[in-house]
């Protein structure tokens, strides 16, 4: 059964339409007729659909069933290690970051945390809907992947990211346009982000261990809820994603 992508966000029973390049190849080539049936794959699931309507360059779908849910984490490109704040900043961060179109998030408790993990487990459910409401109003493609919260030495990369972590302490940094200017900036990337009181000596030391480089950035100093936001908003322009 032929596979069309389209981008945006799906559920059963809705119609989309395929993009203008996929409907042509599929009126044209392959020669595709109303009641055909044929799958269709966004950045969440594959589902079946039916062909409810063709006209000269558009071929419009409905979603009838999920044939598989899509692993996202082989997809996440963009990954920020938050350090726990108060409430009211780390719900603006989460809900900034999905606009954004951060990936993942992962809250850890980092020595200087002004929230412990086991009082933020808590807020999850909240944290989720947040994301949720977030997506359905800026319409973005897929929602940010929340992790439950963790202390920093509980932190394992596992993939092949790029690992920076913005440091005002004093370390051996770079600035962040001169490490981008080194790397692949193709790869994904891991951000960490510390508290407002910064990264104790033990936490840097972690970070150390875990490959992370340290990076500074020019001008103003910003809030924790806003750093990563920033950082992220840059790497994806450079991607080309913005």
Request: with cysteine; glycine share 4%; charged share 30%.
């Amino acid at each position: 059964m032929k596979r069309f992508f389209v981008r945006q966000k799906l559920s059963i029973g809705d119609i989309t339409h395929l993009a203008d390049k996929d409907s042509v190849f599929a009126i044209q080539k392959l020669n595709i007729q109303i009641e055909d049936a044929i799958q269709i794959e966004n950045y969440q699931y594959i589902f079946n659909g039916l062909v409810t309507d063709i006209s000269k360059n558009s071929v419009e779908v409905e979603i009838r069933e999920i044939v598989e849910e899509k692993d996202r984490i082989d997809d996440v490109e963009i990954t920020v290690v938050q350090s726990l704040s108060n409430d009211s900043k780390f719900n603006y961060f989460l809900e900034k970051a999905t606009e954004v179109g951060i990936d993942m998030v992962i809250p850890v408790e980092s020595t200087y945390s002004l929230k412990s993990k086991n009082k933020a487990i808590k807020d999850y459910g909240l944290w989720k809907k947040i994301v949720r409401d977030a997506t359905e109003q800026s319409r973005t493609l897929r929602e940010t992947i929340v992790e439950k919260p963790i202390k920093l030495s509980q932190l394992e990369i596992k993939t092949d990211s790029n690992l920076i972590c913005l440091a005002t302490e004093n370390v051996q940094y770079s600035d962040l346009h001169e490490y981008v200017q080194s790397i692949d900036i193709k790869r994904p990337f891991t951000i960490a982000i510390g508290p407002e009181k910064g990264w104790s000596v033990d936490d840097l030391e972690i970070l150390k261990k875990l490959g992370f480089k340290f990076v500074k950035l020019k001008g103003n100093i910003l809030r924790t809820e806003t750093a990563g936001l920033v950082i992220a908003s840059v790497i994806k322009y450079l991607k080309g994603e913005m």
